[in-house]
């Protein structure tokens, strides 16, 4: 059974950076398609970014793109975003998810099967 675990949260100033992770136990993330979601107060849980089990193939949301960057590192059983120049707009809970042998990078949070518990990320001044 695959368990995640997010950490890396916290407030930060618009334009400033964040490195959340996603820690894995119970199987290998080399195994497993990761995706990240974010969940505003009052809206629906989106997809932010994707990448396939192999690393083949990395999927952006829209709103992300061109600041946002997601690896995995299967040594460290661990998923990353790189998030630069935050916005407010950024503000949520975001959460990682997993698919096991998922070769599409799908941002839709129904496809995913195993979750962490969520950390915040706040961007203000």
């Known amino acids: 059974q695959l368990l995640l675990v997010e950490s890396g949260g916290g407030l930060v100033q618009p334009g400033g950076s964040l490195r959340l992770s996603c820690a894995a136990s119970?199987?290998?993330?080399?195994?497993?398609?990761i995706g990240w979601f974010r969940q505003a107060p009052g809206k629906e849980r989106e997809g932010v970014s994707a990448i396939t089990y192999n690393g083949g193939t990395i999927n952006y949301a829209t709103s992300v793109k061109g600041r946002f960057t997601i690896s995995k590192d299967n040594a460290k059983n661990t998923a990353y975003p790189q998030m630069n120049s935050l916005k407010p707009e950024d503000t949520g809970i975001y959460y990682c998810a997993a698919r096991e042998r998922f070769i599409t990078p799908i941002l839709t949070a129904n496809w995913y099967d195993y979750w962490g518990q969520g950390t915040q990320v706040t961007v203000s001044s």
């Open positions: 119970g199987a290998s993330l080399g195994d497993f398609a």
